[in-house]
């Protein structure tokens, strides 16, 4: 079946540190690829998204490439700030049998001092 | 608000109780999803609806669990004959669209604790 790897957390940066969560994942069809974040009392919303091989996708500073070959898809941005302290899960959702099945990874603490 | 919620946020029950928790989504998508997170976890995918239509049951989802959309808009999830290891928080989410690459918008959860 399908299943999502991060790396535990919590992760501990000071202000302005470059931040990688590494998120591999495995998939019987051919996934699009998803960062949720969670904030402190809030859902989860969408962070970004890639939909094929090479694709990145970005938002708020924060980046993410498909990376087909090496099954990853690691989230990475060059300077966190204290407001960046949430809770990231990596997800996919692949086809299968003609339905779009969400998996998500157990999630990765971060936080920013300042 | 437009945004997804969810009803009760917060439910405590005994043991054998029945336990039914309300979602509404956002009021033009057509998918609803809802999951299960226990702690340190992430979600965990239950079942899912285009419309009306449940397409999509994981096997997470035991026969003391029934989930309904009956006019293709809120959502109920029923757990009957509760147990201790119902505990969670139960997510509901909904999306626009019909494909794999669909932004899904998240409710706050309904905490449920079985005592």
């Known amino acids: 079946g399908n299943s999502v790897t991060q790396m535990e957390g919590p992760v501990t940066l000071s202000e302005e540190a470059f931040l990688t969560i590494n998120c591999t994942y495995t998939?019987?069809?051919?996934?699009?690829l998803f960062w949720y974040v969670q904030y402190p009392g809030e859902g989860l919303q969408l962070l970004l998204k890639a939909t094929k091989a090479d694709d990145k996708g970005s938002n708020k500073g924060f980046e993410a490439t498909y990376r087909k070959e090496t099954t990853s898809f690691h989230l990475e941005k060059g300077s966190v700030q204290v407001s960046d302290s949430a809770v990231y899960f990596c997800a996919l959702s692949d086809k299968a049998g003609g339905s779009y099945i969400p998996t998500f990874g157990r999630g990765t603490s971060l936080i920013v001092h300042p | 608000d437009t945004g997804v919620s969810q009803d009760p946020r917060h439910k405590i029950t005994k043991r054998g109780q029945n336990v039914t928790f309300r979602c509404d989504p956002i009021s033009e998508h057509n998918r609803l999803y809802w999951y299960r997170q226990t702690l340190g976890q992430g979600p965990e995918f239950l079942t899912y609806f285009q419309n009306e239509a449940q397409l999509e049951k994981s096997r997470l989802l035991s026969d003391r669990f029934s989930a309904e959309r009956p006019k293709g808009s809120f959502s109920t999830l029923e757990i009957q004959r509760t147990e201790q290891g119902d505990s969670a928080m139960y997510l509901c989410a909904s999306s626009l669209g019909a494909g794999d690459n669909n932004e899904q918008f998240f409710g706050p959860g309904t905490r449920l604790t079985v005592l």
């Open positions: 998939a019987t069809g051919y996934p699009s």
